[in-house]
């Protein structure tokens, strides 16, 4: 069993700043691609950012140059620091990951969803 659990979501005024993080924890053999996905009610779900193991990203045109994506391999973790923040960037920030399991399997996991809100 594998369980990803996000923090750093919260409220926060235009142009602020905050930092989400996700840990991975269970049976875990290995991590590969992980990322960060949002929804807004009534909307699918997009990509937000991903960071492959040996930490190459890549970004969603609308989060480019403000949001940053890392993670820490030895602690299960990924981050997502969001700078600069906007109204379109609300919504449910959702942590992903492809996880090993056993020598043979691999799978992705999905986190629970951190509320992310950007008013004034």
């Known amino acids: 069993q594998v369980q990803l659990v996000e923090s750093g979501g919260g409220l926060v005024q235009p142009g602020g700043s905050l930092r989400l993080s996700c840990a991975a924890s269970g049976r875990i053999l290995s991590l590969n691609v992980m990322g960060w996905y949002r929804q807004a009610p009534g909307k699918q779900r997009d990509l937000v950012a991903v960071?492959?193991?040996?930490?190459?990203?890549n970004y969603a045109d609308s989060v480019k140059g403000r949001f940053t994506i890392s993670r820490d391999n030895a602690k299960n973790t990924v981050y997502l620091q969001m700078n600069s923040l906007k109204p379109e960037d609300t919504a449910v920030y959702y942590c992903?990951?492809?996880?090993?399991?056993?020598?043979?399997?691999?799978?992705?996991?999905w986190g629970q969803g951190t509320q992310v809100t950007v008013s004034s």
């Open positions: 960071i492959t193991s040996g930490g190459s990203t």
């Open positions: 992903n990951a492809a996880v090993r399991t056993n020598w043979s399997e691999e799978r992705a996991y």
